[in-house]
């Protein structure tokens, strides 16, 4: 782990417009603020960049103001350990805890995947993102991810338009994987005619269908497909809860604080026997590329936050044939290898 010594942070805001409006339950997307951190000793330097928790009213601005309070401490020199007890997890320990992580890898020269104790990264399979809207207009959508392997449908809490979403988009796309996002919009009263529309669909994965405090509604339900937890898994401190309620555990780096705790959020789920998913905010491949050393280890990934902004960083992650594909150029340290064929 990184060393303690003194280091200069820079914190930065930056506006990330959207290609075109993202719509789930309760909310319509324009563009990504995100939070950009910058740590140096003078010799080496790491970033990390957040979008925060959009439902937990995390914004720029917060997280910003959550940064510059812990800054004497952090400038004085703080290990990724240490980090946890100053910050709880959100967006702002993320931002400053992948920071802490490239300027290890690059002081180190050894890349974070290697420091983290994983096999060398290969390309990921990646779901891509449909937003909620008309059927007609998603099953457009779903064609025009000619290449992709995987798909998956936001979903709004209205049981028969999302159940006319999913089943245009799968007839759109015969041959896909196919989950659905519900972004707590459903009751569990509601759940039984959703999940059977979702099984006449071939639907692979139903993620996060009631509000976050009602987990407790699961208990003795049965469902034949795969529940995610992805709001009622902020942190480590949530996984023990899903046991018996959730088979998958979706972990975001903007929720539970960074790359040190999804990891270990990672390995805590699959003692418990649940399977394991990465998930993003939207954000530029800057976020991404911690979050897909993470996707190593995941039976699921969703890593196409930078698909939807007009324009992101350079160098970006590869999208090529439903992979993705995240070269240390990106963040970590300089590439010294290319994508495997």
Known sequence: MIRESALTLAVTVEALPLAKPF???GHVFTQSDVVVVTLSDGTSTGRGEASGVYYLHENAPAMVAAIERVRPAIEAGVTRTALRDLLPHGGARNALDCALWEL???RSGKPVWELAGLEPP???LTTFTLGADDPEIMAEGARGFARAQALKLKLTGDLDLDIARVHAVRAARPECWIGVDANQGFSIEELNPLVEALVAADVRLLEQPLPRGR???LDGFSCPIPV???ESALSLADIPGLVGRFDVVNIKLD???GLTEGLEMAHAARQLGLQVMVGNMVGSSLAMA???ILGQLCDIVDLDGPIFLAEDRVPAIDYS??????DEAIWGRAALYAMPA
């Not at 044939?321 to 995240?326: D, E, R």
């Open 122 to 124: 290969r390309p990921l």
């Open 104 to 106: 290890e890898a690059r």
């Open 255 to 257: 929720k539970c604080g």
């Open 23 to 25: 719509r789930i339950a």
């Open 215 to 217: 987990e407790s509604d």
């Open 321 to 326: 044939n439903g992979l993705a594909w995240c």
């Open 228 to 230: 995610a937890a992805d």
């Open 290 to 292: 911690p979050a897909f």
